[in-house]
């Protein structure tokens, strides 16, 4: 199957501070990219939608100034936590798709955020 | 909109044996595609199986299958055979344009 990588794994910050995770398709072109955020014991949560070349859709109660999405390429996403607190500490998940409706998405392998 | 709904927050298994998880869904669409998605302690997310739903057929894959009930908007998985590897989180989900999960149910094996 088709491989999505995440980086970092894991990264501690202090409050007020952004942190930037990337996502990256390595072996196909993802059109759409989507970022989830799961909380522990939890299900996943869909945060956003991105296209390559547009501005991501927000799914409701995610603010978008604080979770910037960009979607520059077709194989890179990128979710910038901006101005993190400790609330923010969550496992964030990217998921990648080659098409559009229907097709199987890819799941990263996640990245574990903290705030201290 | 769409729900998923997972109403096992638990399940377990003797090994060698066989499971069924539950799942239902709620939507007005008449095309999109089930999933069932296991997520072990690494968290990384591994599909175990998926529906179309224009398709009668349940589908199937070694030792897992599904019962899709398109009416009743039901998408149980069936696990025969109980591996020990086999404990983790379930998750069932919906896509059209994205995905969305059930709650999911933790599955446990005991030997």
């Known amino acids: 199957g088709a491989v999505v990588s995440q980086h970092p794994s894991r990264v501690i910050c202090k409050s007020g501070t952004s942190v930037k995770i990337e996502c990256r398709s390595l072996d196909f072109q993802a059109t759409t990219m989507f970022w989830y955020r799961q909380f522990p014991k939890q299900s996943l949560m869909l945060m956003a939608t991105s296209n390559e070349g547009s501005k991501a859709t927000y799914e409701q109660g995610v603010e978008k100034d604080k979770f910037l999405i960009n979607h520059a390429s077709l194989t890179l996403s990128t979710l910038t936590v901006t101005s993190a607190h400790p609330e923010d500490s969550s496992f964030y998940i990217c998921?990648?798709?080659?098409?559009?409706?229907?097709?199987?998405?890819?799941f990263g392998p996640g990245t574990r955020l903290t705030v201290l | 909109a769409q729900t998923v709904t997972q109403s096992q927050p638990e399940m377990s298994v003797q090994e060698a044996e066989t499971v069924t998880l539950s799942c239902t869904y709620d939507t007005s669409e008449s095309d999109y595609y089930l999933f069932w998605y296991k997520q072990p302690p690494s968290r990384q997310m591994i599909l175990v199986i998926r529906?179309?739903?224009?398709?009668?057929q349940n589908a199937t894959e070694n030792r897992f299958s599904v019962n899709f009930q398109k009416a009743a908007k039901s998408f149980s998985l069936k696990i025969s055979d109980s591996q020990l590897g086999d404990a983790a989180m379930y998750f069932c989900a919906y896509r059209i344009n994205d995905m969305r999960f059930g709650a999911g149910t933790r599955l446990t094996v005991k030997p």
């Open positions: 998921s990648a798709s080659a098409g559009t409706r229907y097709n199987e998405q890819f």
């Open positions: 529906q179309e739903a224009y398709k009668q």
